[in-house]
């Protein structure tokens, strides 16, 4: 057997440099391991279920359920695949209007433009950073004068700050418009009392490699729809029908989750409170030391939401602020720190120039001015210190 260096956060992978000790890499999300993915594994090979198929999937499904309170999941391969069969779900098709907020990931409409629908992107709140449900309601009765309503709205939880799901419901509603809410990246977040993402027909969350639980990959759809969940099951396997042959009445895709996945994802999901418990204490300890730093801003938490603070992020005020993103970002590199520019707005890039937009001032400026700090659960207090210390250093300097 072939053995394999194990991977540690912050060590750098054979072959290259290590730093010295002092300027040890620190990551902004890595993955961290809750001890018992290697024993769930050696139970499912010796089990023989390797494929997307036997008890280990189903597992995983149950489990993820009973942490989001939402009773019917299927499990795929990535929250992009969750995404574009929820939008196949709800007839997304060529020359339709998809709707999602400017300040997110591709992902949150990529599989509806390639279906051929057209995205139009909405302005965020400058509290939350996620969608501005005032700016929706605006649009939608716009929209319903043109006589093209979108055929979904996708709200998305941004860094694990939840979107308000209740209001925008309520908005689309009224107009007969399906939500799927792309909670990617705030498993373990909370919204009036629910999970991040209830209350919308569909929603999409992602086990990457970076996020607060990860299966090295994957993703899951969920909904209190039992149809939707079964319909979404029989897509991701190549839409096979019940037949003692392969029968197919449908194109489908191979979207099923591996079982070497869902057992990585079933060890994982066990610590999820621990997870977002440490990132919040780290967002915490960031706002408690940074807090007094002219210009110093974070996404605000409204007293309706429990953010998971999946990443914690600062913006800084120019007209307060006499260092920018970029310096600290270059300074914090400099020492071996990983950090991120926010969000580019969807509206900004390149690949949907000519889209529609609604908006976007706000999130041009979070783009502006945001940087997303290393916040993973296993972040130390000592490296969280040398990020607080690099900061600070900019603003002296």
């Not at 509206?347 to 997303?372: D, H, I, K, S, Y």
């Amino acid at each position: 057997m072939t053995a394999f260096p194990a991977a540690q956060p912050g060590v750098a992978p054979l072959g290259m440099a290590v730093p010295a000790a002092q300027h040890r890499r620190v990551f902004l999300s890595p993955p961290h391991l809750a001890g018992g993915e290697l024993d769930a594994l050696q139970a499912m090979l010796d089990s023989g279920w390797v494929a997307p198929a036997g008890p280990v999937p189903i597992a995983f499904e149950q489990a993820i359920a009973r942490a989001i309170g939402i009773p019917h999941v299927a499990a795929v391969t990535s929250g992009t695949a969750a995404l574009h069969l929820g939008f196949q779900l709800l007839g997304v098709c060529p020359g339709d209007e998809v709707w999602t907020s400017a300040l997110t990931f591709v992902a949150s409409i990529g599989p509806a433009v390639q279906m051929g629908a057209t995205p139009r992107f909405l302005d965020v709140t400058p509290d939350t950073w996620t969608m501005d449900v005032d700016l929706l309601r605006r649009e939608l009765a716009a929209a319903a004068r043109r006589g093209r309503l979108p055929r979904v709205v996708v709200p998305v939880d941004l860094y694990g700050q939840p979107a308000d799901m209740p209001a925008i419901v309520e908005a689309c509603a009224h107009w007969g418009v399906p939500v799927l809410s792309d909670s990617a990246e705030s498993l373990g977040a909370i919204q009036h009392g629910r999970h991040a993402g209830a209350d919308a027909r569909l929603m999409a969350i992602s086990f990457n490699g970076n996020k607060i639980i990860t299966a090295g990959g994957g993703g899951a759809l969920a909904s209190e729809d039992a149809g939707l969940i079964a319909r979404a099951r029989q897509l991701a396997s190549q839409a096979k029908e019940a037949a003692p042959h392969y029968q197919h009445e449908v194109v489908g895709y191979s979207y099923a989750m591996s079982s070497v996945l869902a057992a990585i994802g079933l060890a994982q999901i066990t610590a999820l409170q621990a997870r977002v418990d440490a990132r919040r204490a780290i967002h915490a300890r960031y706002r408690a030391a940074l807090h007094d730093l002219p210009g110093m801003r974070f996404i605000g938490e409204p007293n309706w939401a429990r953010s998971n603070r999946w990443l914690t992020v600062i913006r800084l005020d120019p007209s307060e602020a006499w260092v920018d993103r970029e310096t600290i970002r270059r300074a914090l590199a400099a020492e071996q720190i990983e950090s991120r520019p926010v969000w580019k707005p969807l509206n900004l890039q390149p690949a949907f120039r000519t889209a529609p937009q609604a908006g976007g001032e706000v999130a041009a400026t979070m783009f502006e001015q945001g940087l997303c700090l290393p916040s993973g659960s296993s972040l130390s207090p000592q490296d969280q210190n040398r990020v607080i210390a690099v900061i600070r250093r900019c603003f002296r300097a």
